[in-house]
């Protein structure tokens, strides 16, 4: 699996943690919470148009190689569409 997906899904674990820590505070939730949740968002969204600019990058390596593309250059195509797929 791509090392940028494994890294989107900790992030994402991380803020379902600090956004139950907000619902918790409610209006009293501590600066330090509200910067850490919007930094995860922000990384997130870096991350995710990484991922899309690597799946367009191998989508015309692909299409270049035709039916001689490398193993590794489908599965890494397949595990970005796999991810797309599912949020």
């Known amino acids: 699996m791509n090392h940028q997906i494994k890294l989107?899904?900790?992030h994402k674990r991380r803020l379902a943690i600090l956004l139950e820590q907000q619902r918790k505070f409610?209006?009293?939730t501590p600066p330090h919470i509200v910067t850490e949740i919007e930094d995860i968002i922000?990384?997130?969204k870096e991350i995710d148009?990484?991922?899309?600019?690597r799946l367009q990058?191998?989508?015309l390596k692909s299409a270049r190689y035709g039916i001689n593309t490398p193993v590794e250059v489908t599965l890494e195509i397949e595990d970005i569409h796999n991810y797309f797929d599912g949020i």
């Open 42 to 44: 922000r990384n997130i």
């Open 8 to 10: 989107i899904k900790i």
């Open 26 to 28: 409610q209006d009293n």
């Open 57 to 59: 990058e191998l989508m």
């Open 49 to 53: 148009t990484e991922l899309r600019r």
